[in-house]
């Protein structure tokens, strides 16, 4: 039963203290076999700046079709020659030698499935390539044979290397219908190909030489193609830079989809930089960036805008801070064409009217603008050339901490309607599961050490109510409703921004056994979203019940 009255002046007191202790008390994180044919030696590095060529492979002509493709993935180490100094462009690949290649370009990719203990009978776990055709399975991009063989040493069909990157990119679209139109021999596409050769084609992955119209899906895959295919494959995840219109090779590439060149085009054809493009549609600039220029910007990628506070980007949309977004933008945005080489150490007035600080370590080929790294340079477009860059930067005269609040009104005056599960000005909503660690008392399973199930569930912009239940000897169920707040402070891990939004709230503690009791309950605490998935909370809890009882609750929770 319920025993308000048996508080104690010095406990709430305590309490009070804590609470508002760990409420606005910044948090700081503390980031704790060969073959003959050449197996790449590393990943693609889009965070160094594209050096002079260097890569000189002797069968490979200047003038040959697909060169283009060869020396930019040669020279970032996606593929490699032989040993005696030459590429052989026109011999075939074997599905193991493609698998490889896919691990070295593809490294960061999810794994979507998992490969059996015993994997495919026909690679036994010391074949040079056995890795790479796990990795290049569970990634979803090659499969195997019925009877669980995987037939390494046979060379891939060109149709098999489509799909390939077609099913471990994620492409979906494209009318089945219309492939006629692009492809002379489209009739001998095989059916359970169809409908990966159709993504591919809109998604600009097919590269079809001489014959731009045959794509000769039954043919063997060559090491060039492989490297034209492996290539477009990149730029459709925005990682590279489309090959330039004025080269001969680029005749050669399906365009499903027409492409435009200049740097708003280029960028909104990358999935890596969608939110910049909706930003710069937001703030009028995308008109002005279109023109002949030239310009050169650092594109911040979208996971740069999501390590922002909380909210902030919502805020930034509102009219009423578009001057700050238009600053923020144009802060970005440096007048001519700049490209790495021409990079120099020391300040670079931007477009905003304020300069930018250019750090440049020559000894790993890393070029930095103010805190943020370049993750990829030189993305050439017709009008000027795009750097993108790991974090958003923030004009000196511009504080995003004070920006201006949307009304938590409506515009007649009346209450806006409460929406459950909506996003708040600490961040989005969420459910999740922790620890809670006892700090006092130990009459409920909030003053021991327990399991939690935790969740907040938005109504307004700036309330919530946050259920959470403590297993123990006796269940506990927390019921509070919070004030949420935006974001206070922030916490840095390595290159990351975080940010810290505070909340404070009351409710009922229910204590589930023979006779149900009740209590009040007090918490604040504080959530850290961590990009668009997850968000890390960390409360104390306080529970009046027969006697005092404080929790430290502390977990993780996937965001919807």
Known sequence: MSS???????????????????????IVISAPASSQTPVPSATPSPATPSPTS????????????????????A??????????GTYRPNQPVTRAEFAALI?????????VRQLSAGGFSDVPANYWAAAAIQNAYETGFLAGYPGNVFRPNQEIPRVQGIVALSSGLGLTGGDTSTLTNYYNDASAIPEYAVGSVAAATVGNLVVNYPDVKQLNP?????RAEAAALLYQALVRQGRVQPIASNLPASQYIVAGTPTSTDIVSLAASSSSFTTLTSLLKTAGLSDILQQPGPYTVFAPTNDAF?????ATLEQLQQPENREALVKI????????AVTSSQLSAGELTTDEGRPVNIQIDSANSQVSVNNARVLQADVKASNGVIHAINQVLIPPDVNISQLNQPPTGNTDGTTPPVRPGRTTLGGPSYIGGGGNIGLSGGDTALGD???????????????????AVIFGDDTLFLVPLTLDFTPRATAEVGQRTFAIAPYVGAGVAIEANLDTDFGLLLTGGVDIPLGTRFTLNGAVNAAFMDETDVGLQLGLGYNF
Not at 218 to 222: A, K, P, V, Y
Not at 306 to 310: E, F, G, S
Request: charge should be positive.
């Open 449 to 467: 050490t327990n399991f939690s199930a935790f969740s907040k569930i938005g109504l307004t912009r700036n309330i919530s109510v946050r259920p």
């Open 75 to 84: 020279e970032n180490n996606v593929i490699s020659g032989f040993p005696d």
């Open 54 to 73: 260097t890569v000189n492979l002797s069968d490979v002509s200047s003038d040959y079709w697909a060169r283009p493709f060869i020396q930019a993935l």
């Open 329 to 336: 933008l144009r802060y970005h945005v440096v007048p001519g």
């Open 4 to 26: 308000l009255s048996r508080w104690s002046s010095t406990k709430v007191a305590l309490l009070v203290l804590g609470m508002t202790a760990a409420t606005i008390t910044p």
């Open 218 to 222: 039954q043919q063997s895959l060559t």
């Open 306 to 310: 999501a390590a922002l506070p909380a």
């Open 103 to 111: 691990q070295k370009a593809f490294s960061n990719q999810n794994r």
